[in-house]
């Protein structure tokens, strides 16, 4: 489990950044938003790495905490929640593009995909303004 | 303590940034390294977020089992080991960037370290130019 209460106290960049989303059953749940455009509970259930629903729950929780995503009823149906990015969400996306391209060079299995990578290379700024609107 | 063997294989690039460098604590080794150019356990054992020593090996193994820094004798003092970034470690240095711009634009603790963020500002190639030198 990520550690609660867990923001270090020594004012670096890098440490405030990794404390507020970087660890990584976070950054998959921005992931899902970014680059899928989910948005419920039980699509982020579906995700390929396969998270358990007490995980996802906390850092659901973490992250609407930190202001980076907003929750909000479903109008069509009640019972559930949809999930957005707030702006501070939505300027993560170039720290995403950044992680893709260093993937991309050196990701050397066969499975990897290459579909986000060559997206960025080809319109990089497109590729992020997607990320944005999402 | 970061999970052995759970590199994801659904061949997502985020996901595989995130197993390879992505713990925090792997991600703060590499910071000391890039942005204050320490090269042994003991400078590293000296980071303000106050690593424990089993810790710090098990992230210094494994980032050289990624091939993203080097283990190599210290010529000076033969007890002692340098480390040093790999062209792998040193192309992390733009999603540092990010990371860092991210965290100035959105950290509104009194304690927030601006120094990295004006530095990038006012001129990021150079920034990046010194963290691969590093």
Redesign the interface.
Known sequence: MRNQNKM?????????????F???WS??VL?EMM?KGKKTYGEFLGM??EIATNVLADRLRHLENEGIITKSRDPENRRSNIYALTD?GR??A??????????????R?T???KE??DKIKKDRKRFEASIRAS
Chains 1, 2 share one sequence.
């Open positions: 270090r106290q020594t004012g670096c960049p890098v440490a405030f950044g990794l404390d507020t970087g660890d990584r950054f998959l992931r680059l390929n790495e501070k300027d993560l170039s720290v995403f593009v950044e992680i893709i391209l260093w993937s991309g060079k050196y990701d299995r499975i990897a995909l986000a990578v």
